[in-house]
């Protein structure tokens, strides 16, 4: 799965093959505002005025309490992007948008637009800033309550749909009973493989203003003692030895330097049992060379900025796997999710 420009008639095709489109205006003059015009929809309730059934602008106009003629340019941009569909004089959410931009629905991705808009769109006004100077803003170490809410809130969107796969796919021991989710903050890929695995129990490791926020939204997992938090940080806190069976490390590497994630991999390697696993479970740097992919490089941009860190590539995590005395053992590339994979090693 690529995020391209595709034509759509036989013209186009001719613009495109023969460099007369350009590009880099869509770039940067239409994309942003796409981006934008998401983020403030949901927002600002948009989507969800509209879930009960179609809606005129008039009738938005009431609900919502915002300008008429900026409302109408935004429905019809959304209507453009597939959110909506127009008829009748009426906007009626699109099966795409129902699934994933409404508030409430459990794969909805609403969460993360809130972030986003509140919290990480100003972030990207110091990509200048990063760029000559290589430092990033390191986000955790000045997020408020409030925006540790956003984040939780939003780290909990981002994998409502990655960690149903997670929990069908990750090749995990059927007979394991004992997990570590470093980081795991929310606990939805715990939960996914507890709910696989009856046995199971796991633990979440993670910062105290991150349990702070996530532990209500664990809580309405209905997991009771199966999963928990414990307070603690994977950079200076011992695992311990022989002790589980399964290590997660998600969406966390991108934050740590290579000498920090090896760091990591070397406690991990010891915390693990005979035949454990350890799933490092990331978007991830294509190699130099490969194919271009757009999500991976997108993101390592982006950690870069947020985090001074970035993604790596397969071959990096599976070196850290393997000096940490642990054996490669499969790459699984999400279906649903471009430039994201589990890489697991196992001992």
Not at 185 to 208: E, F, N, R, W, Y
Not at 267 to 283: C, D, H, Q, S, Y
């Amino acid at each position: 799965m690529q995020l391209t420009i595709s034509p759509e008639n036989p013209l186009e095709w001719i613009a495109l093959r023969a460099n007369l489109a350009p590009i880099p205006l869509l770039h940067a003059q239409i994309m942003p505002v796409l981006a934008k015009a998401v983020l403030e929809a949901a927002d600002k309730g948009v989507f969800d005025a509209a879930k009960d059934g179609p809606q005129t602008l008039d009738e938005l106009v009431s609900t919502l309490k915002l300008n008429r003629k900026a409302l109408g340019e935004l429905m019809g941009l959304l209507t453009a992007m597939g959110y909506f569909t127009y008829q009748q004089d009426r906007f009626k959410l699109t099966p795409m948008a129902r699934r994933f931009a409404l508030k409430d629905d459990p794969q909805s991705v609403h969460g993360m637009m809130v972030f986003n808009n509140r919290v990480m769109w100003d972030w990207m006004s110091h990509l200048g800033e990063y760029l000559e100077t290589g430092k990033g803003i390191q986000y955790h170490d000045s997020l408020t309550a409030e925006q540790w809410r956003y984040y939780q809130e939003g780290m909990v969107a981002a994998t409502n749909t990655e960690a149903r796969e997670f929990g069908r796919r990750a090749p995990v021991p059927r007979s394991a009973q004992h997990m570590l989710d470093i980081g795991g903050s929310h606990g939805q890929h715990s939960v996914a493989l507890c709910k696989k695995l009856p046995a199971l129990t796991s633990v979440i490791l993670d910062l105290p203003a991150a349990i702070e926020q996530a532990a209500p939204l664990l809580a309405r997992q209905g997991m009771g003692d199966r999963v928990c938090h414990r307070p603690g940080n994977a950079l200076t806190d011992d695992f311990g030895e022989g002790q589980y069976d399964i290590i997660l490390l998600s969406s966390l590497a991108h934050h740590f330097t290579p000498e920090q994630n090896q760091l990591v991999a070397n406690k991990i390697g010891r915390a693990l049992r005979p035949g454990g696993v350890f799933i490092v479970n990331e978007f991830i740097k294509p190699e130099v060379g490969q194919k271009p992919e757009l999500v991976g490089s997108s993101t390592d941009l982006f950690y870069g900025l947020s985090s001074t860190a970035g993604n790596y590539s397969i071959t990096e995590i599976q070196d850290w796997q393997r000096l940490a005395g642990l054996k490669a053992h499969k790459v699984v590339s999400y279906r649903t999710l471009p430039g994201r994979a589990m890489v697991v090693a196992k001992k």
